[in-house]
């Protein structure tokens, strides 16, 4: 094989399109340039992102020990709403959640398959609308902590929808909402004690993806089950190789997962 190594997110670059980079042991590979070339992808076992044992990945490319001991993985990643730092308050490490929910948090809205409201540390954007293959993004918040995004994000997720058809993104099909009548129209329902954040001025971020053909009927490839898969790379959008045949290969999703990759 002519590299190889252990899988985390692609690192991107905003421009016109989006550069992705994609890091193995001793290589790191501009993804852009594999773009109508054939790829072959081999499964070669497992390594913890944490730990770094060869025990089978449990979720976010952690082992199951630590995907339930470490600070990055607790709750309130995925529901900001839970955040406690600002209270003095531990989860699991509380100098970790004071230093990530202690800073300027973004809550914006995306449109990739359709619009959603969302949340972010403001050092994550453009990042996040990119890895969520998001066409189009607009900040309409910006609180001084986690905590205060996700009350607010509850609040407006009655009204919006809080996920991403992936499907529906990878084919390239997001409707044709404008985000600042969005913006508007939430500005009703944002909390009375976070309404003195609110953004009336930014403009959409518009992103444009590496993607020469985009899949139909996107089927998702497990390689771990496969062991093996070769394919012509046809585009990158999200975290997402699309390929010739409609296959799809979620980087993100298979983080911990140690790879072979041949060119060709």
């Known amino acids: 094989m002519l590299y190889q190594g252990v899988l985390t997110k692609m690192e991107t670059e905003l421009s016109e399109p989006v550069q992705y980079f994609l890091v193995l042991d001793n290589d790191v590979l501009n993804m852009n340039q594999l773009l109508n070339k ?3 992808l081999s499964f070669e076992g497992f390594e913890c992102l944490n730990c770094g044992t060869n025990s089978p990945i449990f979720r976010q490319g952690f082992c199951k020990s630590c995907f ?8 309130w990643i995925m529901r900001p709403e839970l955040s406690k730092a600002h209270l003095n308050i531990e989860d699991r490490d509380l100098e970790y959640e004071k230093r990530v929910q202690l800073q300027p948090h973004i809550v914006y809205l995306a449109n990739s398959s359709n619009v959603k409201v969302g949340v972010t540390r403001k050092t994550q954007v453009p990042t996040r609308w990119i890895d969520q293959g998001a066409q189009q993004a ?6 001084p902590n986690r905590y205060l995004a996700g009350i607010t994000e509850v609040a407006l997720k009655k009204h919006i929808s809080d996920k991403t058809n992936w499907r529906e993104m990878l084919k390239g099909t997001n ?20 309404k003195s954040f609110f953004l009336v001025k930014q403009k959409p971020l518009e992103i444009e993806f590496p993607v020469c053909q985009y899949p139909q009927k996107p089927k998702s490839l497990n390689l771990k089950k496969t062991g093996k898969f070769s394919g012509v790379l046809k585009g990158i959008k999200g975290q997402y ?10 980087i993100r999703g298979n983080e911990g997962i140690v790879i072979g990759l041949d060119i060709g």
Request: no cysteine.
């Open 175 to 194: 409707k044709d909402d404008k985000l600042e009548v969005w913006r508007q129209r939430l500005s009703n329902y944002i909390p009375e004690e976070t």
């Open 38 to 40: 054939t790829i072959t």
């Open 68 to 75: 339930f001991e470490l600070p990055q993985t607790a709750d």
């Open 138 to 143: 607009l900040e309409i918040m910006e609180v």
């Open 241 to 250: 190789l699309m390929f010739e045949d409609n296959t799809v290969f979620n």
